[in-house]
């Protein structure tokens, strides 16, 4: 039952740091809005936009053993996605676990649960996604799995998906759809800004969008 | 069913711009404790401490194509009221939104709902207040209404009353009392500021708000 | 039923300040990962760290009064932590309150409700850990107690006890414990800065730990 | 500011009646799909299906003075509406004050707060829809008021405005609409009627309701 | 660390008999308002109100091993308490465990955390006040404790308290003031004996308790 | 983006009523304590006790036409399992749908947003496990998918998966691991069923399952 699968495949390089700056929302919209995380899961400090190669873990409620299996399987340019096999709000991961992450490049870390040590994460620049900030403390007692399926946040994950983070969430990219999702994410971007320029000088969305008569024959009535 | 007012009264500039000055708090006090909106509204940056005449918008969940009627609509000096018809956390606006709104002078939103692209609304320096940051796309399907009275955050809001807005939260003053509101808020800052000198040399409420006899007389015991 | 209790111990100055030093993930962890309040108690701004002797405030909903009191009861060093009858997220606290409290040589703030004024509590530089911030006002008709033992955020608090407050959370020290706690905790630091070394190097915890074997023995399966 | 309303108009007892057949689903559709509280309000027992005139009550936390003040204002086929300035879950309302109440001729309770002695009320046949069952104890120290305006469970309620409840929550239809919502709930009953039976019989909504083209011009794709 | 204290004092059997027919809200208006437990702990059938001794469980999440360790300390009347160190709403307890408690004298479960099997649970009649059902399973790795004092539902349990649920809730009577709380609890349902009576034939809470005077002296207004 | 997989493989149908009849805990546990939805969906009457095979639906908020799409789906025996695209409580449901539902054979529903006429539902014995009771009806405008894997209350759901549902909650069984997981629910109930003897007659477990000795080791200590 508690298996480490030790080969993931990654998406190329460019391609995640491409979703990295496209960033969360238009990446969602580019796949047509699909693969976002709930709300709940919030970033410990602002300003943070990264994406990586999604290394996942499974643990179970208060217990964070295979927290330092997951570490051995990471590497530059990865992120580690952590879930739990029920609701918890411990505090899993803390500066000494990111130290060691970092050490092997990984990126940061997004979690369905809780994490401790944040003024010296944030210090690290070491960014965490998570569902609470908490310093309770876990035990290491009972096995997990890593880099098997998991959903995290409501969303499925598999191990070498990409994983795009920043103030407004979290966003999974499934593997194989990644070239192609930014792409479409970069035309998304392009048209996006001419239409800033235009609303910015003034021009209405319902007149560039062409809604009037739309909103009209739906019913709507100015009075 | 499906309206949208074109003609809404609006407070006077000078006291919009008072009860801003007064804050969320203050305001709040002054009208007997009430016309808050619930603690779950949270601004997305600190600092904004705002106050406009109230647009509102009323939407379906999962779809914010009233937004681009609500724009319309807006002048300087306005705050667009967004409320959904059931509960929803989906990104309803975000920085095109924001442009537009903008660039017809409107100061900030305040959303029952969620909102997104939440670093690039900070650096335009428009302030929201929102239930959620949620990257989570919308529709353009289905109507809503526009200056209508709507419950946004479990207040009541009418087109044109005041919103004000800091980071204690938001506080609706209907447009019919905001001058006697403001003037209220505006006395009960002066005795404050007194009480603030009192209490900062070290002097205690007890003594100053006269409160041992009462106390006394309630049955509290000192042991 | 409602009493003042006017004596109560503290623990040595300098092992409360040890205690701020060590912070809330490392007293926790020494003793024995117990005296943490729930996580949905936060600071109104980030960067705090504190300790404090505890005194305890019990208010009823929506009722304020006994802050007064308990203002009274504080000492240099004290930290004031205040639980309501039952659940509440209302403002009871705010400047003029701080103010006082800070006169008194009070460190900060541990409510299970609501607090309001937060910019200028924050320009002030007076820490507040809270359920909510909400600019809800409060009326001053019903006793409650001051330095009675309170269960707040979850946690159980006698008077005197010390507090220790930061970015991840709270953690309350029962005083006579406090020694002790603090040798623990820094011989835990100390360990800590060790490993912090090895895994920065690029150790992984799974041989620093010592953990292949055991994580086999349970079944652990590589693929 | 606090104030006792001791006038309101009703509607015509039929239509109430009739309104409380149809239950709250066909009447929420009736006017528009407006009107429900939040689900948050649940039925202290199953199978509960009324309709009466809304008395509204505003209180404080923690505080139920005003449900006496309010229980004199109650007539024959009235329904209490109960909102509190600010969240709380206090058992405001148990066997006493509703034994009042019945004797008044109310036909039942919502409240966007708690209750009590529920298997008292549930003994008695007095219905109540509330956010809590909770045993918690309030005091007779605060002013409100009665048969204001209200927001509870996030629906506007006038005074008189027809209060529907049953197993799937409770809906407000304001007092001059209630004779037409009440005809075209009963006409959408009738539509209903036909419709069930003949998806009884296996017909499928996509053939009733002519749905397939539509959904294959919006590009839905069978594979 | 983790103790199980073997000897705890209880309260004689009538005393507990006599608050169980009180019932929750009666005792807890008695000793004062206070006692209860959270709302959020509901009974997982209706109808059940008993009262017991506290035999208290501390555990971590989703670990129920100090289960078996709790179970072999009760004896005939008592009631389990079960806490966890952290957020959990694992079901530490099921049908195997209830018929070994029941074996023992056990009259029910209060945990703050999950339960399962809760049919088997209602067909034995063992009665369960729980703050989730849910068949989550757990390990049986980590220590706890058994008849220390503990935080459960936001209550303060010292082993050999009297704990008395009902459909109403939870609610504590510390072991020492259980005669006397049973005393005030009976004068306090003859008084409302004698109200009740009162109230059915129509006269108002506004009479029996005196209050219109001191209404109008707060200000309130009859329009 | 929008499809309809046509074609999805069952389980045996004795296998499926195998796994009805041994319950979610015990299929839960026997699968390795995987497959269960959150705690949150809950049965909107008692004692329903049944699996099918999945039939998935995935809606955006707000919008139940694909509901009419998926019902076409159904055969006899499936389970409908419907997810949200975000967060939503609105009532998708009701009894025109569930008479469509069981006309083709379809057991119950499952779903993880709200559902409403459930007094119909349950006069009907049409079961369904919801996150939410709410009459808030839908619209039909926006496409999603039928027979996709959707996360549905926490839980990955391949279309033909087995679904078990009873008073304890919803567990997903993977259609290929379905006759073993039987199999071995089976022999840990017979296992159950001998210490549920043991235990009734007062056995403990702390010696049915040995655990006094690694109790001691792990350091518990009786005082």
Redesign the interface.
């Known amino acids: ?6 080969r993931i495949e990654r998406a190329p390089a460019g391609v995640i740091d491409g979703l990295a700056k496209v960033g ?2 238009t990446a ?2 580019a796949q ?3 693969g ?1 995380m ?2 709940s899961l ?1 970033p410990i400090y ?2 943070a ?1 990264i994406a990586g190669s999604a290394v996942t873990v499974l643990m ?4 964070n ?1 295979m ?3 997951a ?2 399987q990471l590497r530059e340019g990865d992120l580690l996605i952590a879930a739990t ?7 899993y991961f ?4 990111a ?2 992450a ?3 490049g990984c990126r940061g870390l997004i979690i369905d649960a ?1 994490v ?4 010296d994460l ?1 210090a690290m620049a070491f960014p965490v996604w998570s569902r ?6 876990t ?5 997990g799995s890593v880099n098997v ?1 998991v ?1 995290c946040g ?3 994950v598999h191990p070498g998906d990409v994983v795009i983070a ?4 979290v ?1 999974i990219v499934p593997r194989a759809n990644a070239v192609q999702i930014l792409e479409q994410a970069k035309e998304r971007e392009a048209r ?1 800004e001419a ?2 320029q235009r ?4 021009e ?3 007149d560039i ?1 062409d ?1 009037r008569e739309r ?1 009209a024959s ?6």
């Open positions: 039952m508690s298996v480490v699968v030790t969360v929302a969602h919209e047509g809005r699909s976002l709930h709300s919030r602002g300003g936009r179970p409620p208060g217990d053993w927290m330092h299996v570490i051995e096999t029920s609701l918890c709000e411990d505090g803390g500066d000494l676990l130290t060691s970092k050490a092997r809780g401790r040590d944040v003024r944030t609470a900030i908490h310093a309770q403390g035990v290491k007692e009972t096995l399926p959903v409501g969303a499925l920043d103030d407004d969430g966003c996006e239409k800033r609303l910015a000088a003034g209405l969305g319902l969008y809604m909103l739906k019913g709507l009535t100015y009075v």
